[in-house]
């Protein structure tokens, strides 16, 4: 999942901190998910992200 978020963010010239802002989220949650460091995420949280990326839970997460 991490590796999907960095590409879609870099792809798009986002920083971490820019992305994290529009998803709502901190930039450690996000730096923690990208990094594989966090994998019991809260289903908010994924649903943020992936409305950000404009994709579904399930791409998110496969």
């Not at 802002?21 to 998910?33: D, F, M, N, P």
Request: with cysteine; net charge positive; glycine share 10%.
């Amino acid at each position: 999942m991490g590796e999907k978020i960095i590409a879609w963010r870099t792809a798009r010239g986002l920083s971490m901190s820019q992305f994290a802002e529009l998803a709502g989220v901190s930039k450690q949650t996000l730096s923690y998910i990208e990094s594989g460091k966090r994998t019991n995420i809260q289903a908010g949280t994924l649903k943020k992200i992936a409305a950000v990326m404009g994709c579904t839970l399930d791409f998110l997460v496969a």
